[in-house]
């Protein structure tokens, strides 16, 4: 069905930087709502960013200032532009897709596999 496709994991150090993209697949992408989430070990998964296909944004209080989502509806993908990384950024990043069921009002949500994040020196 849909299909999401995480990439740009990977080791950085603290203060550093990363781009993490998300390609979609399997549905119609500017129609999507899209967001990242992630999960530390021993924690649960939480939201990181997301994006309304209008464009507006929301952030989670402990990445404002610091992350940015973006969405390119052309190639059907969607950035998680990370800067001034610190440790606790440290998890698993997943692309989730909030999709519209055709004919109906109803939506639901898909997730990709998932991409390993690491901060450390």
């Known amino acids: 069905q849909v299909h999401l496709a995480e990439s740009g994991g990977g080791l950085v150090q603290p203060g550093g930087s990363l781009r993490l993209s998300c390609a979609a697949s399997g549905s119609i992408f500017s129609l999507n709502a899209m967001g990242w989430h992630r999960q530390a070990p021993g924690k649960e998964r939480e939201l990181v960013a997301v994006?309304?296909?209008?464009?507006?944004?929301n952030y989670a209080d402990s990445v404002k200032g610091r992350f940015t989502i973006s969405r390119d509806n052309a190639k059907n993908t969607v950035y998680l532009q990370m800067d001034s990384v610190r440790p606790e950024d440290t998890a698993v990043y997943y692309c989730?897709?909030?999709?519209?069921?055709?004919?109906?009002?109803?939506?639901?949500?898909?997730w990709g596999q998932g991409t390993q994040v690491t901060v450390s020196s």
């Open positions: 989730n897709a909030r999709v519209p069921v055709r004919f109906t009002t109803s939506e639901i949500n898909y």
């Open positions: 994006i309304t296909p209008g464009g507006r944004t």
